[in-house]
Structure formats: structure tokens, C-alpha cells
């Protein structure tokens, strides 16, 4: 049997349609950009290391990384099961521990939003502002 143009392109056309981990991995760089997955925080013996961005890491501070966001967007981060909610600045690239993972938290944010005994929780990332919208 011979295979007819229209049958190769429409089995072509489908095979875009289905939902890739990628597509799922990643969240538009703009106010109102939303996200949702898996926070994780990092180790205080980070303290003090260089961060992606070349600041040091403060565990004191409300930051966190992301992997694909620019450095110095401002993104709020909602526990899904709780509601509670911090904004940070994103400062360092990560996590690179598992796919559904979607952000490490500082220390700071990851106690703001009562996470620390979980160690990780789902989330909701949501843009704040980018540094080219301020």
C-alpha cells in the first residue's frame, strides 16, 4: 500500500499536537507569564557561593533561580495547597534536580511560604514584572 501525500501530512501535523514536558517546562517572560510545578529551596551551605547571575548566594534574601526567566524578574510563587504566597527576584539559573521542579527558593522565600519541613511543594509561578516592563 502506498502511502498519498495528504495522509503523510496530516500524520506529520498530528504528531505536533501532543503536550511535550518542554512545553509544559516553560513560562512566558512577561507580566502575567504563569507557570505551575514543583518548588524546591536551596542549602544554606550555598551560603556565600556565586550565584548565575554573580551575586552571592543570601540565604536572608527573597530570591531564587529559574531556568530559562531573566535574571532580575520578579515572579510571585503560591503553594497550591495552602495559598501562601512570597515574591522574589530571580538571581541564579536551576533547579536542575528533576523535571517537574520549576524553581529553588532562598531560604527567606522557601520560610515565607512555610515550605521548609516539605523540603518541596507544588507551586504556581506567576511574572510580576521583567526588567524591561520596569
Given at each position: 500500500?502506498?502511502?498519498?501525500?495528504?495522509?503523510?501530512?496530516?500524520?506529520?501535523s498530528?504528531?505536533?499536537?501532543?503536550?511535550?514536558?518542554?512545553?509544559r517546562?516553560?513560562?512566558?517572560?512577561?507580566?502575567?507569564?504563569?507557570?505551575?510545578?514543583?518548588?524546591?529551596?536551596?542549602s544554606?551551605?550555598?551560603?556565600?557561593?556565586?550565584t548565575?547571575?554573580?551575586?552571592?548566594?543570601a540565604?536572608s534574601?527573597?530570591?531564587?533561580?529559574?531556568r530559562?526567566?531573566?535574571?532580575?524578574?520578579?515572579?510571585?510563587?503560591?503553594?497550591?495547597?495552602?495559598?501562601?504566597?512570597?515574591?522574589?527576584?530571580?538571581?541564579?539559573?536551576g533547579?536542575?534536580?528533576?523535571?517537574?521542579?520549576?524553581?529553588?527558593?532562598?531560604?527567606?522565600?522557601?520560610?515565607?511560604?512555610s515550605?521548609?519541613?516539605?523540603?518541596?511543594?507544588a507551586?504556581?509561578?506567576?511574572?510580576?514584572?521583567?526588567?524591561?516592563?520596569?
Amino acid at each position: 500500500m502506498r502511502a498519498t501525500p495528504w495522509l503523510i501530512a496530516a500524520t506529520l501535523s498530528l504528531a505536533g499536537c501532543g503536550t511535550s514536558l518542554a512545553a509544559r517546562d516553560t513560562i512566558r517572560a512577561a507580566p502575567g507569564g504563569v507557570q505551575q510545578g514543583y518548588a524546591s529551596y536551596y542549602s544554606d551551605r550555598l551560603a556565600g557561593r556565586s550565584t548565575a547571575s554573580g551575586e552571592p548566594y543570601a540565604p536572608s534574601r527573597l530570591t531564587a533561580a529559574h531556568r530559562s526567566l531573566p535574571f532580575g524578574t520578579r515572579v510571585e510563587v503560591r503553594r497550591v495547597d495552602t495559598g501562601e504566597s512570597v515574591e522574589v527576584r530571580i538571581n541564579d539559573r536551576g533547579p536542575f534536580a528533576g523535571n517537574q521542579r520549576i524553581i529553588d527558593l532562598s531560604r527567606a522565600a522557601a520560610e515565607a511560604i512555610s515550605m521548609i519541613r516539605a523540603g518541596v511543594v507544588a507551586v504556581t509561578v506567576r511574572v510580576l514584572s521583567t526588567p524591561s516592563s520596569r
